[in-house]
């Protein structure tokens, strides 16, 4: 027995190593990459570039270099996924992979009542005067529930909270069924339309109006 657990921990840091060696590569790729967009905006665009003078200040260049390589290999993951798995689960894997990326630098994500002010642009069926009260990162959504979710699917969709907060433009859907498939959890609302439960923008707790209280 002892052999075998040997074996097998010596099989797994075998594993490990070669992912951190490809990782390795991947950064120092990265990097490279990185430079080499940098020396691109700076040759082809940045010289016409009317803040140029003030670029260094700005470093408005070290800005979109980072964000295009970001965007680059996100939708290279997308686009590896979409390939072998359907839209819909595509959308819950990405939500997924964030949630990872935000709790390992230290966010709670835990469910909570919030209220915010809607402007028009993000979701003309509410006035200006209105406060909704909002259940953001539901542990669980019920049958009848009114949530929110974003006017259109997203390319890459973000958690449902901070895609709220950052102001999506969203809708108000009732639930017509939770189900569980596979590793995910998944709301029906409209038409059969399928959106994974990390995408849900919150649970309508409530609309709030002059006068009204909490």
């Excluded at 002892?2 to 010596?10: A, D, F, I, V």
């Excluded at 189900?179 to 994974?196: D, L, M």
Aim: positive net charge.
């Amino acid at each position: 027995m002892t052999y075998l657990l040997s074996r097998n921990r010596l099989q797994e840091v075998i594993i490990m190593g070669a992912l951190q060696e490809r990782l390795d590569i991947f950064q120092e790729e990265t990097r490279t990459a990185y430079q080499d967009i940098m020396k691109i905006l700076e040759d082809k665009y940045c010289w016409k570039c009317p803040m140029r003078s003030t670029s260094m200040n700005s470093r408005c260049r070290e800005v979109h270099a980072g964000r295009v390589l970001q965007e680059a290999m996100d939708q290279g993951i997308y686009n590896n996924l979409q390939s072998k798995i359907p839209r819909v689960e595509v959308n819950a894997l990405i939500a997924r992979i964030q949630k990872k990326r935000i709790k390992k630098q230290g966010g709670a994500q835990r469910e909570k009542k919030i209220i915010i002010q809607v402007k028009g642009d993000q979701n003309p069926i509410f006035n200006h005067d209105e406060w909704l009260v909002v259940k953001i990162n539901p542990k669980r959504i019920v049958k009848g529930d009114k949530i929110l979710i974003p006017y259109e699917t997203l390319a890459k969709p973000l958690l449902g909270a901070y895609a709220l907060i950052a102001g999506f433009p969203s809708q108000i859907a009732i639930a017509n069924r939770v189900f569980h498939e596979g590793n995910f959890w998944y709301v029906e609302v409209g038409e059969k339309e399928i959106v994974p439960l990390e995408s849900v923008l919150g649970v309508l707790v409530n609309v709030l109006r002059e006068g009204n209280s909490i």
